[in-house]
């Protein structure tokens, strides 16, 4: 769960609270190990990460950072990271 929450460039409350809808205490028993992380909290971190794939696919080829959905922090922080990945490649210019 560590890996997954920095990839998404989040601290343990916004992944508790965004992801998880739980409390930052139970994010850090399943990163620690000692409690089993729900199934739908693993789907969801499976799903932004297949996400993650297509958005470097689309922002690589089609440049289109305004995919953004405005007010939703863990698609924001994917976005960005995104745009972080594409510009440290060298497959665009400047970071927007």
């Known amino acids: 769960m560590r890996a997954p ?3 998404f ?3 343990v409350t916004d992944a508790a ?3 998880g809808k739980f409390s930052m205490r139970a994010w850090q028993y399943w990163e620690s190990g000692s409690k ?3 199934d739908d909290v693993i789907n969801i971190m ?3 990460k297949e996400e993650r794939i ?3 696919l689309l922002l690589q080829t089609d440049n289109l950072f305004s995919n953004n959905k405005i007010g939703n922090l ?3 922080s994917l976005i960005d990271l995104v ?3 594409l510009y440290s490649k060298g497959f665009i210019d400047k970071i927007i």
């Open 83 to 85: 745009k972080a990945e």
């Open 54 to 56: 297509e958005l470097l």
């Open 36 to 38: 089993k992380i729900p």
């Open 5 to 7: 929450r920095r990839l």
């Open 17 to 19: 609270i965004y992801i």
């Open 74 to 76: 863990v698609y924001s």
């Open 9 to 11: 460039f989040l601290d």
């Open 46 to 48: 499976n799903k932004l």
